[in-house]
């Protein structure tokens, strides 16, 4: 694949995953909540891209795969920290699109209510690898443990210092 074929998929997937991430807030947004669950919004969504044509099945799911997993952590992370959205992000919340802010968070917290319902073991941090897609947040690396940040919705590349493909989400310094 050429780096500008390469470029081209990758930016679909990024665009698929705010997709995605906007039709789960409508479905939480005009359903009867009782009824929704994160699950169930994903499915929507993923059928919702597949039926579009923007994915193929399999990229579809593993696009509410990097979903789910980032929606969990910033959930989990609120629910156990009682922190402000933005100390999870580790930026500077201004310098990212309110759009993309306003669906993960409305997101987010809708499943750290889900996450309140169950008692849930103690959490363990989620690896994030080269080639996935995430939404906006800090990144350390596992080896050289570099901060890698997004202010939006990106993929994610070897670490710029060590080249190490594996990262975790940077927990806040904030008590």
Known sequence: MTSNN???SSNRLI???NQMMAAIREKFEN???SDLTLQKALNAAKEQAVHLGEVTVEEAHE???YI?????????????TSAEFGDWLMLDIEIIERNII???LSVA?????ELEQFQNPPHVPNEYRSGEITGPGTLVCTQCGRNVSFVTTGEIEPCPECKNTVFQRAQSTQP
């Open 6 to 8: 390469k470029h081209q």
């Open 68 to 80: 789910k997993r980032d929606i969990n952590d910033a959930a989990e992370y609120m629910m156990e």
């Open 15 to 17: 665009n698929t995953y």
């Open 63 to 65: 696009i509410s795969e």
């Open 102 to 104: 306003d669906l993960f």
């Open 31 to 33: 359903a009867d909540t």
């Open 109 to 113: 917290d809708r499943t750290r209510i």
